[in-house]
């Protein structure tokens, strides 16, 4: 089997990967509290800053160890989302543990290397890899910073400083979430004001609904994330991977037929047939190439006049001389 796939072949990965970022005072951490079922990773206090009626089960992080550590040891199956605030302030103290297993990585100032940013994208990848392991979504939580070039000011996540290009790319969503006045937004699509990943084509601009009043009291339950954006994300997964299952069963049909054609009246039937199936994406490309291979194999003859296959002419026997 080819190793070469086409979109509907694909295995489609489940889980998500996301960054939200904004201002300080945005709701950040509430709202990467509303996926599901979260695990608060705070490197950075921010359960202090969360009304006490959304706040979840939360691991106040000292050392980038203690996170492996809750990662490696603890029974993690109750929560499905493992929500990491701050990245930036994670991306530090990661920065701190490759350094001490490995000085020569780090300067003098305790900032890394160029080989010790390289061994940080590495150490992130790994992260990611295991938080997939055990089978939870993650959500980081990030600050913004401010990039002005001619007067133009763009927002950017404060994650990872130069290697920011290189960890984005492990993501599958990075949204920024800002306000006018008390109606907040975010947006997935990256834009001339600010960085974004949208990669299941979630609306430009979506209004996150206010669930604290200006007195501080919860007026409303704490679940946009998961009601809207990993609703939407999955459902869309889901298309893919129904899409994906229909085309395998599809054509292990098709090969099977193929593979049982002995003569010319079965390949002259299959040829009849093909245009009945429902057909996904290459699928009736794809047949047709084994049926020809399948048919050249046992030798049968194709009349392009009548666009028919004949059986093979038996040979002569050889007369034996006298």
């Known amino acids: 089997m080819s190793l070469i796939k086409k979109a509907n072949e694909l295995n489609v990965q489940t889980r998500i990967k996301m960054l939200i970022y904004g201002q300080a ?21 921010g359960v202090n800053r969360v009304n006490y009626a959304h706040i979840k089960d939360t691991v106040q992080i000292e050392s980038y160890n203690d996170l492996l550590t809750v990662l490696n040891t603890e029974d ?34 305790g900032m890394l290397t160029q080989q010790g940013y390289g061994q940080r994208k590495a150490e992130f990848t790994a992260l990611l890899r295991l938080l997939y392991s055990k089978n939870k979504d993650v959500v980081f939580v990030a600050h913004r910073k401010a990039l002005v070039d001619n007067d133009e000011t763009r927002y950017v996540p404060l994650f990872g400083g130069s290697n920011y290009d290189d960890l984005v790319t492990e993501l599958d969503l990075v949204g920024y979430l800002e306000a006018n006045g008390r ?17 299941c084509n979630l609306p430009a601009v979506m209004e996150i609904p206010e669930i604290v009043d200006t007195e501080g009291n919860a007026i409303g339950d704490n679940n946009f994330l998961s009601d809207t954006i990993f609703t939407m994300y999955r459902n869309r997964l889901i298309e893919r991977s129904v899409e994906g299952k229909a ?38 490309s794809i047949a047709a190439k084994k049926f020809t291979a399948r048919c050249a194999s046992i030798g049968l003859i194709w009349d392009k006049d009548s666009k028919t296959y004949s059986d093979p002419v038996p040979a002569e026997p050889v007369a034996n001389e006298a």
């Open 183 to 199: 109606k907040r937004t975010i947006t997935f699509d990256p834009t001339s004001r600010n960085d974004g990943k949208n990669t």
């Open 247 to 284: 085309y395998r069963t599809l054509m292990d049909d098709l090969e099977e037929k193929i593979s049982k054609i002995k003569n010319a009246e079965q390949a002259n039937a299959f040829v009849a047939g093909i245009n009945s199936y429902n057909h996904i994406g290459n699928s009736k």
């Open 25 to 45: 005072g945005m709701g950040k951490t509430t709202l990467a509290l509303s996926a599901p079922n979260p695990l608060l990773i705070d490197f950075d206090n």
């Open 76 to 109: 993690l199956t109750p929560f499905e989302t493992i929500v990491i605030d701050t990245g930036g302030k994670m991306l530090d103290a990661m920065a701190t543990y490759i350094i001490a297993k490995n000085p020569k990585l780090g300067r003098a100032n």
